[in-house]
């Protein structure tokens, strides 16, 4: 049987926002679930998550070596670009590869005990954010041999990261519905992801297209890579990037908050 909370008091009129004020209350319990995922992943592995790490830096060393000389850039600064991107697009995929199918694999919870919708969103995300922490010291790596400049804007990475997994939550959320309604979803998102790839400044960066590169940035992707990268790299993020970034979590958050209000008590008979 599948149950949830009613709560006449304070959230009554939004149930979305009541199921996601129950979430946050129990964001410890919520971390503490997202990391025992990753330790039943790697059980009885010698690096444990570092092997993520280790796949990390080796296709740093690959790709770096290969896409300097395609597009003839010096490695001094593209290795360091492309190994903020690579990390950056990990937890994006991540999140949106995964978001289609949380639902329905975690069906047997959400049908017996009594929590909230918004919970296993949130745990997927926070495990993808665990892992791009297990990424980070590749980068600090690069950053340290190529001898990249630390700077106070390099500060400005961590409240763009908090921006961009602001974005990836309403993103999570709106593709687990999606996807629990939708079973198809998870192969349209798996094969438009490698194309997304592409159209994203994961391996260039905008200024090294031979066309113009104002097109890259109608791909929202490639605002939520960028807010981050250029902090990473030791400058601050162009105005018009953070303001996609602001723009997109507005939209898709009143959007999802309205689906979710709209579509909630049905979840139940989608799984």
């Not at 080796?58 to 190994?83: C, K, M, N, Q, Y």
């Not at 995300?125 to 001898?147: G, Q």
Request: glycine share 6%.
């Amino acid at each position: 049987m599948f149950l949830t909370e009613r709560n006449p008091g304070a959230g009554a009129g939004s149930p979305a926002l009541s199921d996601l004020g129950r979430a946050m209350r129990l964001l410890h319990v919520i971390a503490f679930m997202a990391a025992g995922d990753l330790r039943a992943r790697y059980r009885r592995s010698v690096l444990g998550p570092f092997w993520m790490t280790l796949g990390t830096a080796a296709g740093t060393l690959g790709l770096g070596l290969v896409w300097s000389e395609l597009l003839h850039i010096d490695r001094a600064s593209f290795v360091p670009s492309l190994t903020a991107g690579l990390i950056m697009w990990q937890l994006l995929s991540g999140c949106i590869g995964e978001a289609t199918t949380t639902y329905w694999r975690q069906s047997a919870i959400l049908r017996n005990l009594s929590v909230p919708l918004s919970m296993p969103p949130i745990q997927m995300l926070l495990k993808h954010l665990i892992n791009f922490l297990h990424n980070l010291p590749v980068l600090v790596a690069v950053l340290l041999i190529f001898r990249m400049p630390v700077t106070w804007a390099t500060l400005l990475a961590v409240p763009c990261l908090a921006l961009v997994a602001v974005n990836l939550l309403w993103i999570s959320l709106l593709l687990s519905m999606l996807g629990a309604r939708f079973r198809d979803l998870e192969y349209v998102v798996n094969a438009a992801m490698p194309l997304l790839m592409f159209l994203s400044p994961v391996f260039y960066r905008p200024s090294y297209l031979p066309f113009n590169g104002h097109v890259v940035w109608f791909n929202p992707l490639s605002h939520l890579i960028e807010i981050v990268r250029y902090p990473l790299l030791g400058t601050a993020p162009p105005g018009f990037v953070v303001l996609t970034t602001c723009l997109l979590a507005l939209a898709g958050w009143l959007f999802t908050l309205w689906l979710f209000n709209a579509k909630r008590d049905r979840i139940a008979y989608w799984l």
